[in-house]
């Protein structure tokens, strides 16, 4: 049972934190870089979705689902990057690694992008800084709150140690 809220707490933190980074770094680099009249304008985006898609609006919601998978993906993990120093860093290697540069799929911005498409350097790049702030900020909040909330449960079990030996 303690293991199971463990786990919950963990995913929800992670899947919260993902949400919230991917929003916020979302809205922020899409005015700054104009991702509308990049996506509208620029022949090599002609095959995603406009900006005021139904699904596009919506692609928020689909990420509780990709940060509840990440979340699952990494918990076995969960204990070297919490403990470790530098947890946070480690965990944006991971993230951005994975699902940015090493990505399997052609992706601008991804090493298979590179090799297999034929796309200039600035379409590869455009989200690259967006890609590389959400990670690192996820990275780093997650790992704190992931922290703290470690500490507060050892704090509460020594309590309830304490409490129950006197």
């Known amino acids: 049972m303690e293991n199971r809220i463990i786990f919950l707490g963990y995913l929800k933190r992670f899947s919260?934190?993902?949400v919230f980074t991917y929003l916020v770094c979302g809205l922020i680099f899409m005015n700054l870089f104009s991702y509308g009249s990049e996506f509208a304008t620029n022949e090599n985006f002609s095959h995603f979705r406009q900006l005021d898609s139904p699904i596009v609006r919506a692609a928020v919601l689909f990420q509780f689902i990709r940060?509840?998978?990440?979340a699952v993906i990494l918990y076995p993990f969960r204990e070297k990057i919490i403990g470790s120093k530098y947890g946070w860093l480690m965990l944006f290697g991971i993230v951005w690694g994975l699902t940015c540069v090493g990505a399997v799929n052609?992706?601008?911005g991804s090493?298979?992008?590179f090799i297999y498409t034929d796309v200039d350097l600035k379409t590869h790049l455009i989200g690259m800084p967006e890609v590389f702030t959400q990670a690192i900020s996820f990275s780093l909040l997650f790992w704190l709150w992931e922290k703290r909330a470690k500490d507060n449960y050892i704090k509460k079990e020594k309590l309830k140690n304490n409490y129950q030996t006197v």
């Open 67 to 70: 940060g509840g998978l990440f």
């Open 106 to 108: 052609t992706a601008p």
């Open 111 to 113: 090493i298979e992008g």
């Open 16 to 18: 919260l934190t993902h």
